[in-house]
C-alpha cells in the first residue's frame, strides 16, 4: 500500500468510523493506490496476482480502518463476481470502471447466501418484464448493502424467478435503473462512514445484459471462496495490528502478555498458512469446510488480539483520548462475528455437516 493511502487512513480512520469523514473520497482513494485491481489478470485491466495479494491488500486496510477495509470489500467482492460471470459484455462495461475507482461495486449476496443455508426465502423476485425485449420486474429489497456511493453504483442481488421451474439468478443492479431507491445511511454503532444503507427495488425492468448469472446454486458455491477468503482479510489485518500494538506497550506483566502475543500470532500465522494453501490448490471449491473453520478461527484471534491490546494498555486504553483507537478496533473486531456468512450460521453448517458425516 501506499504511504500516501497510509497516512490518509491514519488521519480519518476514527472519523470514517463516526461518519463524519470523507465517505465520499475513500474508492477514488484505494484506486489511487491501486488495489481495487489486486489480484485482476492484467489483461482484463488490473494489477495482476492472486486472490492471496487481494486478501492481503483488505488485510493491509484493514489494520488501519476497518471502514475502509469492509468498503474495499463489498467493491472487490464485487469485481470478482463480474471477473467469474459467463456475461463478456458486462465485464467489458463495468469492470474497468470499477477498478478505476468510477463506479462502486457492492455485494447484496448476503441473503444469497443464508438462502443457499436454508435459513431464509430470497427477497428479490422476478416476473417477466412488461418490455418487448426479453427481461424481467424485479421487486424486493436488499435490507444492508455496503460502499453505496450515493453518487452512484452497482450492487449484485439474487432473484427469485415466479416461473413454474421457480430458478433463481444473480443480477448487477445499477442504481440509476428506474424503480431502484437507496434509503439514509443506516445508523450504526461503529463502521458508520461505509455507505452502508438498505435499498429498495420496485418493477426495476432489467434485460439479459444485467445478468451475472442465471443460475445461483451454480455460481454461488463457485464464488464463495473468493467472497469468504477476501472476507477473512477484515480479520487477519485486524488482529495482526492490534497484536503489534500489545507488543509494543511496557507492562508490568511483560512476560506473560508476551507469552500470549506470541501464541496468538502463531495461531494467527497457521491459519493464515492454511486458508492461502486451499485458496492456490483450489480444494474450498468442493470441500467448504475447512474455509469455515478458518473463518471462526480468524473471527476469534482478531477478538482475542484486541483484548490483548486493551491489557496491554491498561487504564490507558478506557480513557477517550489515548484510547480512541483501541476503542474503534474493539467495536470493528465486534462487527466480524456477524458479517454474512456469521459465526453462528459457519457453526450451524459445520454441526450439519458433522451429523451428515456421521450418518454415512
Ligand atoms: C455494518 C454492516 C454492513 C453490512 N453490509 C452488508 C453488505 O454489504 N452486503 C450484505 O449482503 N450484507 C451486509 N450486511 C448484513 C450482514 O452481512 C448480515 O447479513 C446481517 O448482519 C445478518 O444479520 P440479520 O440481522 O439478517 O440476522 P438474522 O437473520 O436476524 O439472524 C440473527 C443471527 O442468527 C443467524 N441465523 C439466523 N437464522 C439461522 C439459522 N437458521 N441457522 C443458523 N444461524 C442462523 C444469523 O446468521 C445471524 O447471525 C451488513 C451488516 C452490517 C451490520
New binding site residues.
Given amino acids: 500500500m501506499s504511504a500516501t493511502l497510509e497516512s490518509w487512513l491514519d488521519t480519518h480512520a476514527q472519523a470514517l468510523d463516526a461518519g463524519t469523514g470523507p465517505s465520499d473520497e475513500v474508492l477514488s482513494r484505494l484506486a489511487a493506490a491501486r488495489l481495487p485491481g489486486i489480484g485482476v489478470p492484467r489483461e482484463l485491466g488490473g494489477e495482476g496476482g492472486t486472490v492471496r495479494d487481494a486478501i492481503e491488500a483488505i488485510a493491509a486496510v484493514a489494520a488501519r480502518s476497518l471502514t475502509v477495509a469492509f468498503m474495499l470489500w463489498?467493491h472487490r467482492a464485487f469485481i470478482s463476481y463480474v471477473q467469474a460471470s459467463p456475461n463478456a459484455a458486462l465485464r467489458e462495461t463495468v469492470l474497468r470502471r470499477l477498478i478505476a475507482g468510477e463506479l462502486a461495486g457492492?455485494?447484496?449476496?448476503?441473503?444469497a447466501m443464508?438462502f443457499l443455508s436454508g435459513?431464509?426465502s430470497l427477497a428479490v423476485l422476478a416476473a417477466p418484464g412488461g418490455n418487448a425485449a426479453a427481461g424481467w420486474r424485479l421487486d424486493g429489497q436488499l435490507p444492508?448493502?455496503?460502499n453505496l456511493r450515493p453518487e452512484g453504483f452497482i450492487v449484485a442481488a439474487a432473484v427469485q424467478h415466479d416461473e413454474a421451474d421457480g430458478g433463481v439468478s444473480i443480477f448487477a443492479l445499477p442504481s440509476d435503473a428506474p424503480g431502484v431507491t437507496r434509503s439514509p445511511d443506516l445508523d450504526?454503532i461503529a463502521?458508520r462512514g461505509?455507505h452502508?444503507a438498505a435499498i429498495a427495488i420496485e418493477r426495476v425492468e432489467l434485460g439479459p445484459e444485467w445478468l451475472l448469472h442465471d443460475t445461483a446454486r451454480a455460481y454461488l458455491p463457485a464464488i464463495r471462496p473468493a467472497f469468504l477468503g477476501l472476507q477473512c482479510g477484515l480479520a487477519i489485518g485486524l488482529a495482526r495490528r492490534s497484536l503489534e500494538q500489545a507488543s509494543r506497550a511496557r507492562s508490568a506483566a511483560e512476560g506473560v502478555l508476551r507469552e500470549t502475543v506470541d501464541a496468538l500470532r502463531g495461531r494467527l500465522d497457521s491459519v493464515v498458512a492454511a486458508l492461502y494453501a486451499g485458496i492456490a490448490d483450489g480444494s474450498f471449491a468442493s470441500n467448504a469446510v475447512p474455509l469455515f473453520e478458518q473463518r471462526i478461527a480468524l473471527a476469534g484471534i482478531a477478538q482475542e488480539a484486541v483484548e490483548a491490546e486493551l491489557q496491554a494498555s491498561g487504564g490507558r486504553g478506557y480513557l477517550r483520548e489515548s484510547g480512541a483507537d483501541f476503542a474503534r478496533r474493539w467495536r470493528e473486531a465486534a462487527?466480524l462475528p456477524?458479517?454474512?456468512p456469521?459465526l453462528?450460521?459457519l457453526r450451524?453448517e459445520l454441526a450439519r455437516h458433522a451429523a451428515r458425516t456421521e450418518r454415512a
Fill in positions: 463489498g457492492a455485494t447484496g449476496l448476503s441473503n443464508k435459513i431464509e444492508w448493502v455496503t450504526l463502521l461505509s452502508t462487527f456477524i458479517v454474512t456469521s453462528l450460521q450451524t
